[in-house]
């Protein structure tokens, strides 16, 4: 992805989302691989986080290092405690192959995906204070 001016801004938490038992608050279906120290789970909140770590580590020591890798492809970033990723308009609602995507290129549009949020939230609230008094 490199138009973020285009993307459509998709909030990754929905009705439904919790396909798995024993759901973890905001956590989408959080599991384990059996067998292994390997979990797995959907884009969580930022209070998510904090839920997935504290549930891991019950059974092993806090003292341990915790390694998180994020798959994500799109842009993602955080709006009041919610992630909301960057998807081209024509990807809602699947899931989006965007192709070989690194590292660099990956915070470069979460910078410039931030920044068209705030673009937008600022066009909207000058378009509603024509109408309403702050």
């Not at 801004?9 to 599991?31: S, Y």
């Not at 390997?38 to 020591?61: D, I």
Request: charge should be negative.
């Amino acid at each position: 992805m490199t138009d973020m001016h285009n993307a459509a801004a998709m909030a990754d938490h929905f009705d439904k989302i919790q396909k798995l038992p024993n759901p973890i608050e905001g956590v989408p279906n959080f599991r384990c691989v059996p067998g292994y120290q390997v979990y797995c789970c959907g884009q969580p909140t930022v209070a998510g986080f904090e839920n997935a770590l504290n549930k891991v580590t019950e059974n092993y020591p806090k003292e341990g290092p915790i390694v998180w890798i994020n798959m994500r492809q799109e842009p993602s970033v955080y709006v009041n405690g919610n992630p909301m990723c960057a998807r081209p308009p024509n990807k809602i609602g699947e899931y989006a192959e965007l192709g070989n995507i690194t590292r660099d290129m990956l915070e470069k549009d979460e910078e410039e995906f931030t920044d068209e949020l705030k673009a937008r939230a600022e066009d909207k609230r000058r378009k509603n204070s024509k109408y309403y008094k702050y």
